[in-house]
């Protein structure tokens, strides 16, 4: 478990309770008045350009990163800050990317991304300075050395922590983490440490990935990189360990006997606005299911661990990675959108999916016949994540309540965290007649006065901690694209076409088709609402 953290009571930042984190990533939108990117019509404000441009940053003590060019990045740090999680005096922000700006011109980029009181957000932004250099060439990170130093020899922590973190395409980061190893590292006769936050897409397919991970691991220990997986960060997901391995109740129900199937779905009711370019060389599968939707898998499905110790919960982790068998071409369904190919950023003739489904099978004692679903989707007609755990019916029903739906219990990751069970009860009154209703822990609800940290800012102070738990081992990554590099190849040659999708509906119908073909049963008539305060 981690030590506890003692929340600062005086200092730069007050630890006030209840303001907001405005944006959490690239892609997210900047407060309502303030200075953000460009907005399409009826989309995110562009992050193409923030995605690419932009930094690395580091400082000293907890030393951060932040980005010239991707200042959604930095809400978190505030946040983080404002919460009292990082001390007065004890962080130092340095951007590092190409653009000529001066320290005034990246504080002000940031500043249309945080809340709070002018005052507090002065003290946060004089923290940041900015730095510009090529990506490629030791001058820039010379420069960047020199402003650390100057910064660390005048602070009387004694402490050297620097941390850099990487919000640059892949294609860089050899180069990089090479400048970044050759002139910014901490010089060994100071104590502290040196670490490194590096951004998915940790490369293409298997070979490239594993190309990537032998150049970094030159130059980089495992223990100094930290490969970010946000949906890692999300209170829910962080909740799945909790939940299935805290409760009785479910260690008994929690495989084959009892579960039907398991969906594990990811929905944005916006497409690829702004990232048309960045998105089409990726697609979905890339994009989110072999890391976001991987991820929850593994949580949902691995065994327990010895321990909550890093490296005890991610060698579960490989391990049912490893059991997964190879993807079948009849349980995946791939889907375009319409309009998808208006974006002048994307090719004419591009195959690349924006939705997909995907049957896993697991082969092992717990999960053999239990279908995953992973299904992820841009330009559908809601925005959610959610784990959808379907039982089995019940064996010689009395009550004939198949036609009210099965149990499910649902852990809804976002928006409205909640878990509900699906359960069918009597329907009050004088018949016996049942009807289907739910044991529900809203999280709006049930916490109403506790602030949910955003995922970047609790994986950030992860890393300034050291606690490498919420970060995906090098041998975990490559068992995610062992699973998806053949299908991932077959759609690149082209022999899988992605079917059209009206934006703004479900998907391809075949998708419903290929979860019923597998055993989900659609339960018809009942809709979840997330209870409203009164
Ligand atoms: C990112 C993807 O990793 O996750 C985006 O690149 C996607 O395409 C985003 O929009 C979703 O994150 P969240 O936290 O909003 O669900």
Not at 134 to 139: A, K, Q, W
Not at 141 to 147: H, I, R
Not at 335 to 350: A, C, L
């Amino acid at each position: 478990m981690r030590p506890p953290l003692t929340p600062m009571r005086s200092g730069l930042w007050p630890a006030r309770r209840g303001v907001g984190v405005l944006g959490r990533q690239l892609g997210e939108a900047p407060p309502r008045g303030t200075a953000g990117g460009p907005r399409r019509p009826g989309g995110r404000p562009d992050a193409g350009g923030a995605r690419r441009g932009c930094g690395l940053l580091l400082s000293t003590s907890p030393t951060m990163a932040a980005s010239s060019a991707a200042p959604r990045r930095a809400p978190p740090r505030w946040s983080t800050a404002r919460e009292g999680f990082i001390q007065s005096g004890e962080v130092h922000i340095f951007g590092y990317a190409r653009s000529n700006l001066s320290d005034d011109g990246l504080r002000e980029r940031i500043r249309g991304y945080l809340k709070g009181a002018p005052e507090d957000l002065s003290g946060f932004l004089q923290l940041i300075k900015y730095v510009s250099g090529s990506y490629d060439t030791g001058e820039g990170f010379e420069k960047l050395n020199k402003a650390i130093s100057e910064y660390e020899a005048s602070n009387k922590s004694g402490s050297y922590r620097r941390l850099f973190y990487l919000a640059l395409p892949p294609s860089v980061y050899p180069s990089v983490c090479k400048m970044i190893r050759t002139y910014c590292m901490n010089p060994s006769s100071h104590p502290g440490w040196t670490r490194v936050i590096v951004e998915k897409p940790f490369g293409k397919d298997l070979d490239s990935a594993e190309e990537l991970s032998a150049q970094l691991g030159e130059l980089f220990e495992e223990h100094q990189l930290y490969r970010i997986d946000h949906y890692l960060g999300k209170e829910l997901v962080q909740n799945l360990l909790v939940l299935r391995f805290a409760n009785r109740l479910f260690l008994p129900l929690w495989n084959r006997d009892n579960i039907d199937n398991i969906q594990i779905v990811f929905r944005e009711d916006f497409g690829t606005e702004g990232r048309g370019g960045y998105f089409d060389q990726y697609g979905i599968i890339r994009d989110i299911i072999q890391n976001h939707l991987l991820q929850v898998f593994c949580l949902v499905a691995m065994e327990k661990p010895v321990s909550l110790k890093p490296e005890h919960i991610r060698d579960e982790k490989v391990k049912v990675l490893q059991s997964v068998n190879p993807i079948k071409p009849e349980e995946v369904v791939l889907g375009q959108y319409d309009g998808y190919k208006d974006d002048p950023t994307v090719p004419d003739d591009s195959n690349t999916p924006t939705f997909a489904s995907v049957v896993l099978r697991v082969h092992n004692e717990r999960w053999e016949g239990v279908p995953f679903i992973l299904k992820a989707g841009k330009a559908l007609s809601s925005r959610k994540a959610e784990v959808r755990v379907q039982f089995k019916d019940v064996p010689g029903d009395i009550f004939r309540s198949k036609k009210q739906g099965r149990n499910e219990f649902v852990i809804r990751l976002q928006p409205s965290e909640a878990m509900y069970m699906k359960l069918t009860v009597k329907k009050p009154g004088l018949e016996m007649a049942t009807e289907q209703s739910e044991l529900d822990l809203s999280y709006g609800m049930r916490y109403q006065n506790v602030k949910i940290p955003e995922a970047y800012e609790r994986l950030i102070l992860d890393t300034i901690r050291g606690d490498q738990q919420h970060f995906v081992r090098r041998d975990e990554l490559k068992a995610a694209w062992q699973i998806f590099t053949p299908l991932l190849h077959d759609i690149d040659d082209g022999k899988l076409k992605p079917r059209p999708y009206e934006p703004g509906s479900r998907g391809p119908k075949e998708a419903d088709e290929l979860s019923a073909r597998v055993g989900y049963v659609q339960t018809h008539g009942y809709v979840w609402v997330p209870p409203t305060l009164a």
